[in-house]
């Protein structure tokens, strides 16, 4: 496995990798890989002759009061686990390589970004469209995987790459969840075990309400309320917001149908945690 720091290496190397006719799979990530991202890597595996893996805590995306400086990092266990998931190239920049002074340029995507995590994170999302066309015209991918759990990163990067006519195939990934039903995130790293109990609020939520879209109901504020009253039953829950959305339009709906998506965003102490599932879909786990 290569590891590769500099961003004009890497252009190189994957340019040689193109010229010889080689596809190019590609997981980006702000590493402390679980195993939502090894997912995304055996899918990748299989979708291309070389498998790339970013690391890059990217700065731009956290607003002032986030946790940039506090996101949790561990290098050495995620090349360990890139190497036994048949990563071929690690690509981990430095912000000085990815952001050089004097960056003038920022990506935005308008309309999708505006409601959930879009209202609630200003700038957010101008910082991941950022950096991953970025990453798209360093690593130069065929193919770029990204997990379901970010819905709206996931429908932003997609409006993106049609919108700029990027030659990447964006494919989304079903969300991997503990064995009681959490949804693996690096952040989940921040909750003690009490914070992390309550954080189950969030599965029990989808799944009443799923299972209450599933027996006829189509009513969406009626759903949210009932969503609502899971959350707040947990002492240190703060909703940031409960909403379902169309999954293509991400506006609200008043009516469930197929399109329609749970969303969920609450804060555990300090720690944000999120979540979705389409409501008539069944809740596997
Ligand atoms: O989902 C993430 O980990 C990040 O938002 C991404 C896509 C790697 C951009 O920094």
Redesign the pocket.
């Given at each position: 496995m290569e590891i590769i720091n500099s961003v004009s290496e890497m252009q190189q190397r994957m340019l040689a990798a193109r010229a010889q006719g080689k596809t190019i799979s590609f997981v980006?990530?702000?590493g402390f890989l679980h195993q939502g991202h090894l997912s995304l890597l055996h899918e990748g595996r299989g979708r291309g002759d070389l498998l790339v893996l970013?690391i890059?805590v990217?700065p731009t995306?956290f607003g002032p009061n986030e946790d940039f400086d506090s996101y949790p990092r561990d290098l050495q266990r995620d090349l360990d686990l890139a190497q036994t998931t048949g990563v071929d190239i690690v690509f981990t920049p430095d912000a000085s390589q990815m952001y050089p002074s004097g960056s003038a340029t920022t990506v935005s995507v308008a309309e999708l970004t505006s409601n959930l995590c879009g209202a609630s994170r200003p700038g957010h999302f101008d910082g991941?469209t950022t950096?991953?066309n970025k990453l798209f015209n360093i690593v130069l991918p065929h193919v770029a995987l990204?997990?379901m759990k970010?819905f709206q990163?996931l429908a932003v990067i997609r409006k993106m790459v049609v919108d700029l006519n990027m030659p990447v195939e964006v494919v989304g990934m079903p969300i991997v969840r503990e064995a009681d039903g959490l949804a693996m995130s690096s952040r989940n790293s921040y909750l003690s075990a009490d914070l992390r109990q309550q954080g189950l609020a969030l599965i029990a939520a989808v799944r009443a309400a799923c299972g209450a879209a599933a027996a006829g109901e189509t009513d969406a504020q009626q759903l949210i309320a009932q969503v609502e009253q899971i959350i707040i039953a947990q002492s240190d829950a703060r909703i940031d917001y409960i909403q379902i959305c169309h999954d293509l339009t991400l506006q609200d709906m008043t009516l469930v149908d197929e399109h329609a998506v749970l969303l969920l965003a609450v804060k555990f102490g300090a720690t944000r945690l999120i979540d979705n599932h389409y409501l008539l879909q069944p809740v596997v786990s």
């Open positions: 980006p990530t702000m970013s890059f990217n995306q991941v950096v991953v990204f997990g970010d990163q």
